[in-house]
T-cell receptor
Framework: AQSVTQLGSHVSVSEGALVLLRCNYS??????LFWYVQYPNQGLQLLLK??????LVKGINGFEAEFKKSETSFHLTKPSAHMSDAAEYFC????????????FGGGTRVLVKP | GAVVSQHPSRVICKSGTSVKIECRSL??????MFWYRQFPKKSLMLMAT?????????EQGVEKDKFLINHASLTLSTLTVTSAHPEDSSFYIC??????????FGPGTRLLVL
C-alpha cells in the first residue's frame, strides 16, 4: 500500500523567493513519484516524475524535485517564484512497476505575493 | 502530445436524471483510464479504473450501479451518473495512461445537481 503526506496545506511566498513544497511517502514497493499542478477549475498538469532513474528530476516551469529514499521524501522546489506559480500542487505515488494507480497527497495551495 | 479531453466541462441537471461524461485521449491510445472525484479544496479520490473492453474496477465505497463506466474504445471512456442527487455534485476528472507509469489528466467536469 502507498500513502503520501504533504506538509502544509498552504504556502505563501514572495515573488522571486524560493518555493519549497514538502512531500513524504510510504510504499511497500519501489515507488514512482509525481508532482502535479492544478489551476482553478482545471485538471491536473504533470510537472515532473521519478521512475527509478536519476534521483534529481527536472520538470517544467523551472521546478525540480529530489528523491531521497532514506528520508522517504520527494520535495518540490523552484529557485524563484513567479506570479503564475500560484496554484494547487499535488504529490502522488504509485506502486512503481507493480501498478499504475495513483495515491495523492492532500495538496498544497501556493500563494505568490508581489 | 498526451492530451486528454472531457465533455462537458460543466453540467447542471435535475435530481433523478442521469448525466454522461466523456473522457477522450486525443493523440494516443489509452488502454487504461481512471475516474476521480474531487470535492472543494480537497484532493482527488479515485473512483474506478477503466480498462478497454472489460469491466471497470471500482474502489471500495463507490457504487458501481450509480457510477456506470464504459470503456468502449482505446480513446474513449464514459462515466454515467445515474439518478443523480445533490450529493453527487462534484468535480469529476479523468486520466489516461500513455506509457506504463504516467497518467495524463483531463480538464475536469463540474456537475451540479439541483
Amino acid at each position: 500500500a502507498q500513502s503520501v503526506t504533504q506538509l502544509g496545506s498552504h504556502v505563501s511566498v514572495s515573488e522571486g523567493a524560493l518555493v519549497l513544497l514538502r512531500c513524504n511517502y510510504s510504499s511497500s514497493v519501489p515507488p514512482y513519484l509525481f508532482w502535479y499542478v492544478q489551476y482553478p477549475n482545471q485538471g491536473l498538469q504533470l510537472l515532473l516524475k521519478y521512475t527509478s532513474a536519476a534521483t534529481l528530476v527536472k520538470g517544467i516551469n523551472g521546478f525540480e524535485a529530489e528523491f531521497k529514499k532514506s528520508e522517504t521524501s520527494f520535495h518540490l522546489t523552484k529557485p524563484s517564484a513567479h506570479m503564475s506559480d500560484a496554484a494547487e500542487y499535488f504529490c502522488a505515488v504509485s506502486a512503481g512497476a507493480a501498478g499504475n494507480k495513483l495515491t495523492f497527497g492532500g495538496g498544497t495551495r501556493v500563494l505568490v505575493k508581489p | 502530445g498526451a492530451v486528454v479531453s472531457q465533455h462537458p466541462s460543466r453540467v447542471i441537471c435535475k435530481s433523478g436524471t442521469s448525466v454522461k461524461i466523456e473522457c477522450r485521449s486525443l493523440d494516443f491510445q489509452a488502454t487504461t483510464m481512471f475516474w476521480y472525484r474531487q470535492f472543494p479544496k480537497k484532493s482527488l479520490m479515485l473512483m474506478a479504473t477503466s480498462n478497454e473492453g472489460s469491466k471497470a474496477t471500482y474502489e471500495q465505497g463507490v457504487e458501481k450501479d450509480k457510477f456506470l463506466i464504459n470503456h468502449a474504445s482505446l480513446t474513449l471512456s464514459t462515466l454515467t451518473v445515474t439518478s443523480a442527487h445533490p450529493e453527487d455534485s462534484s468535480f469529476y476528472i479523468c486520466s489516461a495512461i500513455q506509457r506504463l507509469e504516467t497518467q495524463y489528466f483531463g480538464p475536469g467536469t463540474r456537475l451540479l445537481v439541483l
